[in-house]
């Protein structure tokens, strides 16, 4: 059973989130990120980090006003931003990508009841990866192949190289906590239709961004991904 207390604050955490998200979209009509492919990473990061993320746009991501754009063309790779901002910009583009798979799959398993060798959390661990990697890709490649001037297959090829690790240390975090979450504090009852779920979701990718965050500082520093400012 979840603790009605429980419930009413996931509510809230949900509902600050959407508000965050909502207000970085209203934001960014007037101010779109020099990088196309973060205007929809910094409202999606909302989506888990809820005013935290709003804050995290706002000091660290929010852009000129577009008319500004023309005559600032040096901040477009992010070069004047410490070192460790752009780190936690790259860790938001694969949270982006993980969030939005993990929201898919885990709806997709709940309607459709898939179950991987009879367990419904190995379908969504199997699920949540697999629509995560693919997003992923997506926005990967959409940050890497402007900046470097790519042909689609070499595009495609950097970005599964950059976003494999990246991706892969944000889903060790998420899935260990979900394992803690189904197994040692709810159990199997606890289910997507509920907003606690979501809440402890919410937790679990904050979890799996604090996992990336060091992959994404040596991946970037090594060159291999890209910063996303």
């Given at each position: 059973?979840?603790?009605?207390?429980?419930?009413?604050?996931?509510?809230?955490?949900?509902a600050?989130?959407?508000?965050?998200?909502?207000?970085?979209?209203?934001?960014?009509?007037?101010?779109?990120?020099?990088?196309?492919?973060?205007?929809?990473?910094?409202?999606?990061?909302?989506?888990?980090?809820?005013?935290?993320?709003?804050?995290?746009?706002?000091?660290?991501?929010?852009?000129?006003?577009?008319?500004?754009?023309?005559?600032?063309h040096?901040?477009?790779?992010?070069?004047?931003?410490?070192?460790?901002?752009?780190?936690?910009?790259?860790?938001?583009?694969?949270?982006?990508?993980?969030?939005?798979?993990?929201?898919?799959?885990?709806?997709?398993?709940?309607?459709?009841?898939?179950?991987?060798?009879?367990s419904?959390?190995?379908?969504?661990?199997?699920?949540?990866?697999?629509?995560?990697?693919?997003?992923g890709?997506?926005?990967?490649?959409?940050?890497?192949?402007?900046?470097?001037?790519?042909?689609?297959?070499?595009?495609?090829?950097?970005?599964?190289?950059?976003?494999?690790?990246?991706?892969?240390?944000?889903?060790?975090?998420?899935?260990?906590?979900?394992?803690?979450?189904?197994?040692?504090?709810?159990?199997?009852?606890?289910?997507?239709?509920?907003?606690?779920?979501?809440?402890?979701?919410?937790?679990?990718?904050?979890?799996?961004?604090?996992?990336?965050?060091?992959?994404?500082?040596?991946?970037?520093?090594?060159?291999?991904?890209?910063?996303?400012?």
């Amino acid at each position: 059973m979840v603790p009605a207390w429980l419930n009413d604050v996931a509510m809230l955490s949900l509902a600050a989130a959407f508000i965050s998200a909502l207000i970085i979209l209203w934001d960014l009509r007037a101010r779109p990120q020099a990088m196309a492919v973060m205007n929809p990473v910094w409202p999606v990061t909302a989506l888990y980090f809820g005013p935290l993320g709003l804050w995290a746009y706002w000091r660290l991501g929010r852009a000129a006003p577009a008319s500004h754009h023309a005559h600032h063309h040096h901040h477009h790779h992010g070069d004047d931003k410490p070192f460790w901002v752009q780190v936690f910009a790259g860790t938001t583009h694969c949270g982006a990508g993980c969030t939005l798979g993990d929201i898919v799959a885990e709806f997709l398993v709940f309607f459709s009841g898939l179950a991987i060798a009879g367990s419904v959390f190995a379908g969504q661990l199997v699920l949540d990866y697999a629509f995560a990697f693919l997003l992923g890709i997506v926005f990967q490649y959409y940050s890497i192949v402007p900046m470097r001037g790519l042909q689609p297959a070499e595009g495609i090829k950097a970005a599964v190289n950059a976003d494999f690790w990246s991706l892969t240390a944000f889903e060790v975090g998420l899935f260990a906590w979900m394992a803690l979450t189904r197994f040692v504090f709810f159990g199997p009852s606890l289910q997507p239709d509920s907003a606690t779920y979501w809440f402890m979701m919410q937790i679990g990718m904050i979890i799996g961004f604090a996992t990336a965050f060091p992959m994404n500082w040596l991946l970037i520093k090594s060159g291999v991904k890209e910063p996303c400012m």
